[in-house]
């Protein structure tokens, strides 16, 4: 598993409870560095069942978790991104990781290049550091399988109601078909570009 940078040995992590950030959750203990559990409730359904688990599994392990909550109208992407951010904004002395990896950001450019603006996930934005992006998703389903992580399922990725889960359940797998080393294609031009912006 090839990870992007150095990991701090003290930092936030941005965890939705699911399995890629529960299993970054666990990777980071494992190594024993000080982490502090960041989740934002983005108010649907799913929502508070997460906020519930990730609660009872930091009380557990003696973990500080920090909730910030979505209460706007407006339920789209955007206005959870936007809102994740900002709560994000209040954690500034230390890094904060998230859990993005390959496949995430394949759909990124995906979407992106839909629009005529085809762009990679960046490694960094502030102080948000993501370390996963060259992570397959076998790799995360091995370690999580190896080291019997927890995590919770959001029932909602199954669905296509909002662009990138149609990129994902929809237009990838067409891809796939396609081009079966998709991923590994994908892989090697993450590579290019991480090297060429002096990250690896």
Known sequence: MKLLGRIPSSCYLACSGG?????????????????????????????KEAEHFLHEFCRERNLTLHIGAYYGVEKTEEAWRNARYKFFSFFKNK?????????????TYIMSDIKGTAKFIPYQRDNIIRPMLLVFNSEIDRYVEKNKVVWIEDPSNSTSNYDRNKIRNEVIPVLKQINPGLEKTFFKRCIEKYKKDGII
């Open 19 to 47: 399995k890629d950030s529960m299993m970054l959750l666990n990777f980071l203990l494992a190594g024993r560095r000080d982490v502090t559990v960041l989740y934002f409730n983005h108010n649907t359904e799913h929502g």
């Open 95 to 107: 890094p904060i990781l998230t859990a993005h990896k390959l496949s995430d950001s394949i759909e």
